[in-house]
């Protein structure tokens, strides 16, 4: 069977430099059918790439990124596939919004640990799932809390039990348990470069019998290795996005600092050097110039 694409291109076009001049050639048609003031940009920026600043060459990246999306689904045939796994980004687009506004900043604010850890967490997750008329789980949390927010007078009692709960999710060694699997009640952690291992603990024993300090794992988070498998499971899509949303978009100040590195302020000849880490090592940036900052928004925007 022979798997045609689409705007007359052929398998064989993907695999040679005057095939893909005749995919591009077909992307800037589609593109100008569709948006020609940008396709004059993209077309303007080719002819002088060195007269265009980071900040318009991010907001140029970021335009594109839906006609590419768009263009590479009719490609090659897959355009249901595309738009169903947009939509599974943007369901789950709530949880973030809520993660940041809500968990982190007002349930915060709002109670504090000491009084936290007091609250009967299950108890309120049961009465929430009551409210919601539905089970309980981060997506209906997100959500309801989300739509509550736009007459809070009119759910005052809803959104404060979902305040506690998220301080007791954050707070208490029962509300971390619960949600551990989770990435809506999280905060972000404290990064200490001395103990970078923060699941080892002194081996007290050991370091009695010889005065040689020694780490062990705590048990429970000893992950043991079956053949060649890996210990980490990585994440899911859920777990992909947290990560796209807990990224600083710093491209939209003309940088993008985990693509060309950390710089100290310039000094009087105007050059810049280098941020280290606390082992000395600089913070330059990835060698391969990816454009990191860019693909975390469109990530984030399915």
């Known amino acids: 069977m022979t798997l045609n694409l689409a705007h007359g291109i052929s398998f064989a076009d993907l695999y040679s430099r005057d ?31 060195d007269g265009v600043s980071k900040k318009d060459e991010s907001a140029l990246i970021i335009e594109l990124g839906p006609h590419l999306d768009r263009f590479t689904a009719t490609l090659f045939d897959i355009d249901a596939a595309v738009e169903a796994l947009t939509e599974s980004h943007l369901e789950l687009a709530p949880i973030y919004t809520m993660k940041r506004q809500f968990v982190q900043r007002r349930a915060v604010a709002a109670y504090k640990a000491d009084e936290a850890v007091t609250f009967g967490g299950m108890a309120i997750e049961i009465e929430l799932a ?107 899509l859920k777990g992909a996005l947290s990560e796209a949303n807990y990224c600083i978009w710093c491209h939209t100040q003309g940088k993008d600092s985990c693509s060309t590195g950390l710089k100290e302020k310039p000094g009087a000849d105007g050059n810049a050097a280098f941020k280290k880490s606390a082992f000395g090592v600089p913070l330059a940036g990835c060698p391969l110039e990816e454009k990191i900052s860019e693909f975390h928004t469109l990530k984030a925007a399915g």
């Not at 893909?20 to 002819?47: E, H």
């Not at 506690?164 to 999280?186: I, Q």
């Not at 200490?192 to 040689?212: M, N, R, S, W």
């Open 19 to 49: 095939g893909l001049i005749k995919v591009d050639a077909a992307f800037q048609r589609a593109l100008g059918a569709t948006d020609q003031g940008l396709a004059q940009r993209l077309n303007s920026s080719r002819a002088n790439p």
């Open 130 to 236: 009551g409210i919601f008329g539905e089970s309980f789980s981060e997506l209906a949390f997100a959500r309801h809390v989300e739509s509550w927010q736009k007459d809070e007078d009119a759910h005052a009692k809803s959104i404060d039990a979902a305040l506690r709960y998220a301080a007791w999710a954050l707070h208490s060694d029962a509300g971390r348990a619960r949600n551990r699997s989770g990435v809506l009640f999280k905060k972000p952690g404290k990064l200490d470069p001395q103990h970078l291992v923060v699941h080892a603990q002194k081996d007290e024993q050991q370091f009695a019998a010889d005065g040689i300090t020694s780490f062990v794992i705590k048990p429970e988070h000893i992950r043991r290795r079956k053949g060649f498998a890996l210990t980490d499971e990585g994440t899911d």
